[in-house]
């Protein structure tokens, strides 16, 4: 089944879906899609019905009975029945409806999105579900059932531990924000600068650029119009983006602490200990907090790639990020449409930690995803930032890129480390030495990582006596942000 031309770079997520819905055999078969809101979901499940014939629901926060007659109503239509509605009393009937429904080409599909909508109002449904999934496996009808949501927690949980799904989905389909490259071409911008801008603001996330008034900036003097116009005005709809993605997680009920908790990292404190004393608590206290807001999606882990069990916690989604380093900590302003005083006052925090923990993450991504096994030094298995022990000065040091490939054994062995700088100065052969130190404080533990590759990223250029020693060098690597949009 061809993808439709309006599926912007949805390739896999596409293939995924359609293997699913072609599987061989009778029975009823169940499939999950999940994803932040605005990653396109529902505009891919809509035309995936629409080509096969299936029949869409979007549920709605409403109540029981409501939502009962809503999910009658769609299926009547679906089926052409005269007044376009079937009374439906209970789950079970509706169940019942679908077990019988006429299919094309050997099944009928179903599609039922915003699915944690109805578990808010009927907590019984995954197990109903499980029953009819049960009851139906072998039948001789076929049904392609498939369930979606974007409260991340909820649909991951439907198939954890003992609850009544697990076991039951043989296709679960995760819907991910655009790669940066991706998101460059999906919002036009040719200008690399300009590019990092936008995604640092906004990410990978498509279902942005329909919300924002005016078209996204050509170049980087347009950028603090185009931020006034859109995430920092008060009438734009992502202006409070960040209360809306928390507030659809009904698991994160004290929001209060989970925005501290949020703030804290965006501020630059990565690890539990700095954490929790940023929000003046015990360690022992924010780990609950940080776990539900990774469930949720809105904090990642990155384990230490030298240390195992030494997490490193970074902001998910950049437009959240955003918001707690540069509109909450002024809202009054901002809301007062004094914009222009606020974004100014704003911008040290904004580089420091919008624009440089933006630039570490596409260093790593570039070098994961982009970069060539020349570049990196051999094929690159895994990716991550690192914190490394000076025991004779009795400090410590951040490495941005730990790249490491895996030997035959199943042992990591250290390929290149990088660093990347998001300054207004060029890198220089400082920047070089200190890297070269690093290497060989890894090496003590790690002796292979003496042979591995030194990755410089700069957003801002390199010094001329920096790319002349790096041209007589095999094992260095400049990478601007130039070759990190556009080169291997």
């Given at each position: ?88 009393d209970s789950w079970e009937d509706a169940l019942a409806v679908l077990e019988d429904l006429p299919s094309k080409d050997g099944s009928a599909v179903v599609v039922i999105d915003e699915f944690p909508y109805l578990m808010n109002h009927s907590p019984e449904l995954p197990s109903l579900l499980q029953r009819f999934i049960d009851r139906t496996r072998d039948g001789d009808g076929a ?346």
């Amino acid at each position: 089944m061809d993808r439709p031309p309006e599926l912007f770079a949805r390739e896999s997520e596409w293939s995924d879906l359609t293997s699913f819905v072609e599987q061989p055999g009778p029975g009823t078969r169940l499939a999950l899609v999940r994803g932040r809101r605005r990653q396109g979901k529902s505009y891919l499940l809509r035309r995936l019905a629409t080509a096969v014939g299936g029949f869409y629901y979007q549920a709605v926060e409403e109540e029981q009975s409501q939502a009962l007659a809503g999910f009658g109503a769609a299926l009547g239509e679906h089926l052409g029945i005269p007044g376009g509605r079937l009374a439906i009393d209970s789950w079970e009937d509706a169940l019942a409806v679908l077990e019988d429904l006429p299919s094309k080409d050997g099944s009928a599909v179903v599609v039922i999105d915003e699915f944690p909508y109805l578990m808010n109002h009927s907590p019984e449904l995954p197990s109903l579900l499980q029953r009819f999934i049960d009851r139906t496996r072998d039948g001789d009808g076929a049904l392609r059932l498939i369930l979606c949501g974007s409260a991340l927690s909820v649909m991951a949980g439907l198939l954890e531990g003992t609850q009544a799904l697990r076991g039951r989905a043989s296709t679960d389909v995760v819907v991910r924000t655009f790669d940066y490259r991706t998101s460059a071409e999906f919002w036009g911008i040719t200008n690399p600068a300009t590019a990092f801008l936008v995604d640092a603001v906004v990410g990978g996330t498509p279902g942005y650029r329909d919300l924002l008034p005016a078209s996204p900036p050509k170049r980087a003097g347009d950028f603090a119009k185009w931020l006034a116009a859109g995430p920092l005005s008060p009438a734009s709809a992502l202006f409070r983006e960040d209360d809306y993605l928390l507030t659809e997680e009904r698991a994160l009920s004290d929001r209060a602490l989970y925005h501290s908790v949020v703030a804290a990292i965006a501020s630059g404190n990565t690890s539990q200990a700095a954490v929790a004393q940023a929000l003046g608590r015990e360690q022992r206290s924010v780990q609950h907090p940080l776990r539900a807001l990774e469930d949720a999606g809105f904090v990642v882990a990155i384990d230490d790639a030298l240390r195992s069990r030494r997490p490193i916690y970074r902001i998910a989604d950049p437009i959240v990020r955003f918001h707690h380093v540069v509109t909450r900590r002024d809202l009054a302003r901002f809301e007062d449409r004094r914009t222009a005083e606020a974004w100014e006052d704003a911008q040290p925090r904004f580089r420091t930690h919008v624009l440089g923990p933006h630039f570490e993450n596409l260093a790593r991504e570039f070098t994961f995803r982009f970069a060539s096994s020349g570049t990196v030094g051999g094929q690159v298995a895994s990716v991550g930032p690192a914190v490394v022990n000076d025991t004779a000065q009795r400090t410590q040091h951040e490495v941005d890129v730990v790249a490491l490939t895996r030997e035959q054994d199943g042992s990591s062995r250290v390929l290149a480390i990088g660093e990347a700088k998001h300054t207004t100065s060029k890198r220089t052969l400082g920047d070089l030495t200190r890297l070269e130190e690093l290497r060989e404080l890894i090496a003590k533990k790690q002796p292979a990582a003496a042979e591995g590759n030194l990755l410089l990223f700069s957003a801002s250029g390199f010094e001329s006596s920096l790319k002349i020693a790096a041209g007589k060098r095999a094992d260095v690597e400049l990478i601007d942000i130039d070759r990190l949009y556009n080169g291997t």
